[in-house]
């Protein structure tokens, strides 16, 4: 019975479960340096990943989570004060990526909340995409054509598929307005000529 237990789904040994570290400076910078090598992060989102770490350290280890959280809260600090975290450039990179995705205002706005960026630096990030020309419809065209919605859908799909078109620009936080103008464009080249005078 133990042996079954010991193998995983096709047969082959388990690995043994990595036992958590104990949490020290050198332990939480090393990790934060790691993260940040990887990935783009704000000061918010790189605290909840240390203090993961620190919640699962001191679960196992029986030490007191709030000496891992000042740990994490000073390293936070210097790596701001220092420059290496920027919520101001982490926000508009972040929403110059989501736009070209063809995400949103509301849904760069949500995004950004979610990894903790403040509300000053989500509309300095908004502001900086329409000071580069990128508009509602100039993403909900970009949204269209990456689903093959609207003008992108072969004509005789158009309008069966209409509504069904005009709710997945809705769920991405389009307003009815811009939704219906990309949804309802004659061609793709209408729709783009209708960016060129919004632009």
């Given at each position: 019975m133990?042996?079954?237990?010991?193998?995983?789904?096709?047969?082959?040994?388990?690995?043994?479960?990595?036992?958590?570290?104990r949490i020290t400076e050198s332990y939480l910078k090393n990790v934060a340096l790691w993260y940040l090598e990887r990935y783009a992060s704000s000061a918010a989102n790189l605290r909840?990943?240390?203090?993961?770490?620190?919640?699962?350290?001191?679960?196992?280890?029986?030490?007191?989570?709030?000496?891992?959280?000042?740990m994490v809260e000073a390293l936070i600090r210097r790596y701001d004060e220092t420059g290496i975290l920027n919520d101001r450039l982490f926000a508009e990179t972040r929403a110059r990526s989501l736009a070209?995705?063809?995400?949103?205002?509301?849904?760069?706005?949500?995004?950004?909340?979610?990894k903790g960026v403040g509300a000053a630096d989500i509309?300095?990030?908004?502001?900086?995409?329409?000071?580069?020309?990128?508009?509602?419809?100039d993403a909900a065209f970009r949204y269209a054509r990456r689903r093959?919605?609207?003008?992108f859908r072969s004509a005789e799909k158009r309008e069966a598929t209409r509504d069904r078109d005009l709710a997945a620009l809705a769920r991405q936080g389009f307003?009815?307005?811009?939704?219906?103008?990309?949804?309802?464009?004659?061609t793709v080249d209408a729709l783009e000529a209708e960016l060129d005078f919004a632009r």
């Open positions: 133990n042996d079954i237990q010991d193998e995983g789904a096709k047969g082959k040994p388990r690995r043994a479960r990595k036992q958590p570290k909840n990943v240390l203090m993961r770490r620190v919640r699962v350290s001191s679960a196992h280890h029986g030490t007191d989570p709030a000496d891992g959280a000042a070209a995705r063809g995400s949103s205002a509301r849904m760069i706005q949500r995004k950004l909340m979610e509309d300095a990030a908004l502001e900086a995409l329409r000071e580069e020309g990128i508009g509602e419809l093959r919605i609207g003008p307003g009815f307005e811009i939704a219906a103008k990309v949804v309802d464009a004659e």
